[in-house]
């Protein structure tokens, strides 16, 4: 199995989705708007959150179905690394919310 890295981490569709959970509220009609045309999410009686959540349920059991990795620890990763990685992690200025080192720990933390 590869070392893992922060590269290979982002790369894999599992490990978007706590930060799809976490941008949710920042760009929530973009989000509906996945839910609803990619995964036939029907948003009739429901609030956008919900539409939204639901769209990344079903988008994080495709994945599962695919059997895809779903975690940092299934790349190899432990515990321990997770600090080092969220230190050397990029910070994108233009997301729909900028990351601290922090934030990004909490991410990795959802994806271990």
């Known amino acids: 199995m590869p070392t893992p890295t922060v590269p290979m981490a ?6 978007h989705c706590p930060i ?32 939204a959540r639901e769209g990344l349920d079903a988008l994080e059991k495709f994945i599962k179905e695919c059997g895809i990795v779903t975690s940092l620890e299934e790349l190899g990763a432990t515990r321990e690394m997770l600090p080092k990685i969220a230190e050397s992690s990029f910070i994108l200025e ?3 919310k900028k990351l601290t080192t922090e934030g990004i720990l909490n991410i990795l933390e959802a994806c271990f």
Do not use: M, Q
């Open 10 to 15: 982002w790369g894999s569709p599992r490990f």
């Open 94 to 96: 233009n997301g729909y």
């Open 20 to 51: 799809i959970a976490i941008s949710i509220s920042y760009g929530l009609d973009k989000f509906v708007r996945f839910a609803t045309e990619i995964w036939g999410v029907s948003p009739d009686g429901k609030t956008k959150d919900a539409v």
